[in-house]
C-alpha cells in the first residue's frame, strides 16, 4: 500500500528508524505493539505495521517517547542513523546530514552562526550536566572496583592502595565541583547526586556547591 502523501517528512524518518531497531531487538510487529501498549499508548500490531509501512500520518510525543523506552535509545536515535548517512529533514524543505542533525539535537552544534542567547544557555547546562554523569559514573566505578578487590583479597588491601584510592576519589569529587558550580552560576539546580558520593563528600570534607549540607 502507497506511504500517506500526508506524512510529514520526520515520521517518514522515523518510520525507517522504527523498523531498523525493531528487526534488530527481533521484534514481531505484535511484540512491539505490546510492549508500546505497556507504557501508555494503544497499539495493536497493525499500528506497529502502519508506521513502519509509512501509512501514519504523525507520531504523538506520547508514542515517540514510548518507542524510545522499549528500543532503549537516546530520543535522538529515533530520529537519525549515522551509519546509514541518510538525510534528517528538521523542517519544512530542510535536511541535514546525520552527525549535524545528531549534535544538534544533543546539544553540541547549533544549525545558525551564530547561535542565539537561549541555545547558549541551553548547550552550557546540557555540557554541565554530562560532565556531572561522566564523573558520577567514574566516581561509582572507582568505589565497585574497590569492593571487588576487597573480595578477592579480603587481607591484601596496604595503606599505600587504600591513600591511593582515597587520592583517586578526592580528585573525581574536586572535578566535580567545576560543572556543579557552573550549574549554579548559571541559575540552574544540580542534578540529584548519589547518597554514597554525597557522603563521602562529607568525609573528604570536599564541598559540592549547591548541594552544601547533603548527606
Known amino acids: 500500500m502507497a506511504q500517506d502523501e500526508r506524512a510529514a517528512p520526520i515520521t517518514l524518518a522515523l518510520a525507517e528508524r522504527v523498523r531498523h ?20 499508548p494503544a497499539w495493536s500490531r ?5 508506521l513502519e509501512n509509512k501509512r501514519r500520518e504523525s507520531v504523538t510525543l506520547q ?8 528500543f532503549d535509545v537516546p530520543l535522538p536515535w529515533l530520529l537519525v542513523d549515522p551509519e546509514a548517512g541518510t538525510a534528517v529533514p528538521i523542517a519544512k524543505g530542510v535536511e541535514v546530514d546525520p552527525w549535524t542533525a545528531l549534535l544538534w539535537l544533543v546539544g553540541k552544534e547549533p544549525l545558525t552562526d551564530p547561535p542565539g542567547p537561549t541555545w547558549d544557555t541551553a548547550s552550557r547546562v546540557i555540557g554541565q550536566a554530562c560532565q556531572v554523569a561522566t564523573l558520577v559514573e567514574r566516581f561509582g566505578q572507582l568505589r565497585t572496583h574497590r569492593e571487588t578487590v576487597a573480595a578477592l583479597l579480603p587481607d591484601g588491601r596496604d595503606a599505600d592502595r587504600a591513600a591511593e584510592d582515597e587520592r583517586q576519589e ?11 558550580r557552573a550549574l549554579v552560576r548559571l541559575g540552574f539546580s544540580p542534578p540529584s547526586l548519589p547518597d554514597e ?19
Open 170 to 180: 578526592r580528585r573525581i569529587l574536586e572535578d566535580l565541583t567545576r560543572p556543579l
Open 197 to 215: 558520593l554525597l557522603k563521602r563528600a562529607a568525609e573528604l570534607d570536599v564541598e559540592l556547591p549547591g548541594l552544601a549540607g547533603e548527606v
Open 21 to 40: 531497531l525493531r528487526k534488530a531487538a527481533g521484534f514481531s510487529h505484535s511484540e512491539l505493539a505490546e510492549r508500546v501498549s505497556q507504557l501508555g
Open 46 to 50: 497493525s499500528t506497529a505495521a502502519k
Open 63 to 70: 508514542e515517540f517517547l514510548a518507542l524510545a523506552r522499549v
